[in-house]
């Protein structure tokens, strides 16, 4: 606290960071005029830099809440506003890796080069201002980071996570990866072959006649299978 600047009988002490007013109030007081309370405050407070005009019945009211032989806090700088932290908005539905495959209504299939999260940086609150009328500084918005995993990048401008390639985005220790996989968004037609040899294939639509669908991984058709032939080395087909 600053040395107390006092007019007989009220006494004020400014904080060291101009951020607090605090009032002595002596047992005189009781003898005097809320009107006097407000004179002695005002005067009190030129000393120090600090503007402090109250009304009469709030210097009343100031002095009857004062502790005995105590200091009581009268007025009080401006807080700076806290400002917005930055967050990550998931743009796809992201399922959670370990879930068994009949915990999730459907996978969540991307293509190569989309947009799976977008980075929304914080923003700074609004300055503040002490009882000598300086500014006092926000606290900088907290940072976040987007969740690359596997099979991701960032793109160039830092706000966007982008798939690498085809296959299926899932949540993995917080971050965001995708999973190889063949894609085929339509349907697999009559008496054609769709082979993958090395990850799982998804077929957004359905499997015609004669058609022959097989996999290293996982077999996953969306639509209907008719009279084709599905194959997978693990030994996983879903129909949904």
Known sequence: ??????????????????????????????????????????????????????????????????????????????????????????????????KRPDELPRKCMVRVGAVLARLLPGTPGLPGRTLLGQPVLPRPPVDSHLPQGANTEIADDGQDLLAVCDGEAVLRSLLIEVQPAMLILGD??????????????????????GALVAALGDVFVEGNVMEAHLLSSTARVTVA
């Open 1 to 98: 606290m600053n040395d107390p600047s006092a007019l007989a009988p009220v006494s004020l002490r400014l904080s060291d960071d101009a951020m607090r007013l605090e009032a002595l109030f002596a047992p005189e007081c009781a003898s005097l005029s809320s009107e006097q309370i407000a004179e002695a405050l005002r005067a009190a407070a030129g000393p120090l830099g600090v503007v402090f005009d109250p009304l009469p019945r709030e210097a009343a009211e100031l002095q009857r809440r004062a502790p005995p032989d105590g200091w009581l806090m009268v007025l009080r700088g401006q807080e700076p506003s806290s400002g917005r932290p930055g967050r990550i908005d998931v743009l796809v539905p992201i399922a959670t890796a370990g």
């Open 188 to 209: 697999v037609a009559a008496g054609t072959t769709q082979i993958a040899e090395t990850v799982p294939i998804y077929v957004r639509g359905s499997v015609l006649e």
